[in-house]
């Protein structure tokens, strides 16, 4: 017997980098017979869910959701949440439970999971619902509990996850063979089934497909047909271009293409409706074309005599007006991660490159219905056709000042020492008798600007800019040209540490190692003037000096406010209005409520800092993109994302280290950038108990307060394409050491 293969899936499957999500048709084609689809966790749906559900459903794939049952949440709100996501289509196979909490919140253990279970029942009186479960993790949970209370479980059906053996252990209530789906591995190979993640869940039904159909009493299409007794046969394209082909296969030859909305006829299909041989309806084409991609329409039969040009002409219509005037709509801000350029205006023409989030494009034509604009860039070096979704019109760009910032020097070509006793001296000329301008540490590396015009001293400088003499008897000499491994103190209690990496590619890494136990730390999330979470966006540096802090990263993901709000009405002092992403808060003041499932770093009013538990009230808060670190583990399931520029937050175990990373990128021949699974590998290396992933790409910078006051650069940024140049953002973290 051939047990059928099926995936379970969430939001990490997807990249948010990209426009495109799961490929539910390619997940179907390398054999998968069913999906499961994440509907979310504690009090907030999975983000993918809703697209996941409706792109599953139209690929004809049989669907099953589960929840992730969490401890810190009320049961029966949780239950309300799932139920209310399904707008009443609940899918074909059980909604199952997912129990494997480990949170330790207040509705932990058997009785809460009753009353969860109990709750989804009463809202679903028709629809069977199961247990997702681990072996070892039900019995540690059921240990003590009594058996007819145990026995309460057996009514469902279970989903076992057990991994590295031949057959799955199941625990009592159930008996050995009593499965009906096993969670067998977590690392299946995730390209192949459409998914953006390098690894996928992949399960086993506890039998043939014909038991899955008898099951679960699937018909041979399992998606039902809306209208079973359709009277019309007629469908709308609902893609930009869609192929058409000589037979129903992708390997099959190109005879034509159908537009977005327009109208063919059904003369036939494969047998189980993936396919469908379409006709033009003044009959100049005729072939095969994916199902899943056209939307069947009612309505009385449209003219059947064509129009003089009946095809829609595919080329762009010029711009009327090629000139910029005073209220110049031609220009458009990026609101993806990251947009491909492509060759012509649709999915399937090559991509030509990248233009990513916050950068501008200029439009110079556009598709007859507008849903793609032919673009060229701020360089003029990239030109193509981007999809229309993801660019937000603004007006004409107006010439920038350059960044008020002072980027730290290589040193390439300098010797360099390091410090050999606990505490040197850093005087304004050569001798024991002259100024003490500041103070270098044990180990501490650093550059020689001077040292062969006196053989007793080295002139040095410091990442704050200060300049200054030291001893040479302290220092121990390391050669010509800058380190691959850098330290140096920077405040009290504030290390910094740069490493260059060379595998599995170039790449620069820069780190704060922050001692949480230093008296005196003062960290800030950047405030919001107002009570709608809208602020007006800023460098890092422009943050650090504002606020007269010491250190600052970038922060959380965010959005662009409607081009209707005049920038220079509501950011009269520079920038541009933007609204935070997920939740944050500043100063005691929560200006972004929004609960979702990204990881939040807490900042207690005494600094005690957590990853997603609230300890006592909450002063600061910033949300990042995704946990890529968690217990001391690399996160499983990590989506398969290209090396980028990242921001990263990591805390250790005993909460007394707070890590600050950012990876430079998009360089060549300096710094690639990193993956999500290298940059959590590089977390744990600094000792990173939990790591989250923040906003990176253009966004990723890292600043300090140098010695003259004004912010200095420790990364090289890049935005829009341009290497040392900093992105305006929406929120930052920043930390002042107080005197």
């Known amino acids: 017997m051939a047990n059928v293969i099926g995936p379970d899936v969430s939001f990490y499957q997807d990249d948010p980098q990209t426009p495109q999500g799961i490929d539910f048709i390619k997940m179907r084609q390398a054999g998968a017979g069913y999906i499961i689809i994440r509907a979310g966790q504690n009090l907030w749906g999975d983000r993918d869910f809703k697209a996941n559900w409706r792109e599953s459903k139209a690929a004809g794939m049989p669907r099953g959701s589960y929840w992730f049952y969490d401890s810190r949440a009320d049961p029966k709100k949780q239950a309300e949440l799932w139920v209310s996501q399904f707008d009443g289509d609940f899918g074909e196979l059980p909604l199952w439970c997912d129990f494997e909490d480990n949170y330790g919140g207040a509705f932990g253990g058997w009785k809460n999971w009753y009353n969860f279970m109990e709750r989804v029942k009463a809202l679903t009186p028709d629809k069977e619902i199961g247990v997702y479960t681990a072996y070892y993790y039900w019995l540690e949970n059921m240990a003590g509990v009594p058996a007819a209370s145990v026995n309460y479980f057996k009514q469902y059906p279970l989903w076992i996850a057990n991994y590295g053996t031949n057959t799955p252990l199941v625990p009592k209530p159930w008996t050995a063979n009593e499965w009906t789906l096993w969670q067998f591995t977590d690392n299946g190979d995730g390209p192949l089934y459409g998914v953006e993640s390098g690894n996928i869940d992949l399960n086993f039904f506890n039998g043939d497909a014909a038991a899955l159909k008898q099951r679960f009493n699937l018909s041979d299409s399992p998606i039902p047909d809306p209208d079973p007794t359709p009277t019309s046969k007629r469908f709308r394209v609902t893609v930009p271009s869609l192929k058409v082909r000589n037979s129903a296969s992708l390997t099959a030859p190109q005879i034509g293409s159908i537009l977005l909305n327009e109208i063919v006829e059904e003369i036939g299909a494969n047998a189980d409706r993936t396919w469908l041989n379409i006709r033009r309806l003044d009959d100049s084409l005729t072939g095969w074309s994916f199902a899943a991609y056209l939307q069947r329409v009612s309505g009385p039969a449209p003219d059947p005599t064509p129009d003089p040009d009946p095809t829609p002409d595919p080329d762009p219509i010029p711009d009327p007006d090629p000139v910029p005037d005073e209220e110049d709509t031609n220009w458009y801000r990026v609101t ?19 233009v990513y989030f916050g950068e ?25 056709w981007s999809a229309s979704e993801y660019l937000i019109s603004v007006h004409a760009p107006v010439a920038e000042e350059p960044p008020p910032t002072t980027p730290v020097p290589e040193h390439g070509d300098k010797n360099w020492y390091r410090v050999n006793t606990v505490t040197l001296n850093i005087r304004e000329t050569p001798g024991t008798n002259t100024k003490i ?40 000499s390391l050669g010509l040209g800058r380190p691959t491994s850098i330290r140096q103190s920077l405040f009290p209690g504030i290390t910094y540490l740069r490493k260059d990496v060379t595998v599995p590619h170039a790449n620069v890494v820069h780190v704060i190692a922050i001692d949480l136990q230093t008296a005196k730390l003062e960290f800030l999330v950047t405030p919001s003037p107002n009570t709608s979470n809208v602020l007006c966006s800023r460098v890092t540096s422009k943050f650090l000096e504002e606020f007269k802090l010491q250190v600052a990263i970038n922060g959380g993901y965010y959005s662009y406010v409607d081009n209707t709000v005049e920038a220079v009405t509501y950011c009269p002092n520079g920038g541009i209005p933007v609204r935070v992403s997920d939740y944050a808060a500043s100063r005691g003041k929560i200006y972004s409520p929004q609960k979702t499932a990204q990881p939040t770093i807490l900042f207690g009013s005494r600094n005690q800092v957590n990853i997603n538990k609230v300890d006592g009230t909450i002063f600061n808060a910033i949300s990042g993109d995704r946990l890529v670190v968690d ?30 990373m950012v990876v430079d990128g998009r360089q060549t021949g300096y710094s690639e950038g990193m993956t999500l699974p290298e940059l959590g590998e590089l977390l744990i290396s600094y000792g990173a108990h939990t790591g989250v992933n923040m906003d990176g790409g253009g966004s990723s910078t890292m600043v300090i307060k140098g010695f003259d006051g004004k912010a200095r650069v420790l990364n090289s940024p890049i935005d829009m394409g341009k290497p040392g140049r900093e992105r305006a953002v929406a929120n930052h973290l920043g930390l002042l050491v107080k005197p």
Do not use: H, M
């Not at 600007?449 to 704050?464: E, F, G, M």
């Open 437 to 476: 301008l500041g103070t270098v540490l044990k180990n501490d590396t650093v550059p020689a600007l001077d040292d062969t015009s006196n053989p007793s001293w080295v002139q040095i400088q410091r990442l704050d800019g200060l300049t200054g003499w030291c001893s040479k008897a302290y220092l121990v």
């Open 336 to 354: 993806a991660s990251s947009l491909k350029v492509r060759q012509g205006p649709g999915l399937t023409f090559d991509s030509l490159g990248l």
């Open 360 to 384: 501008l494009v200029e439009k110079i034509g556009s598709t007859l219905d507008g849903t793609w604009l032919n673009v060229r860039n701020t360089s003029g070096n990239l030109v193509g």
């Open 631 to 660: 217990k001391g583990l690399l996160v499983k399931n990590l989506a398969a994302l290209a090396p980028a520029p990242r921001t990263a937050v990591g805390l250790s175990k005993n909460a007394r280290w707070l890590t600050l």
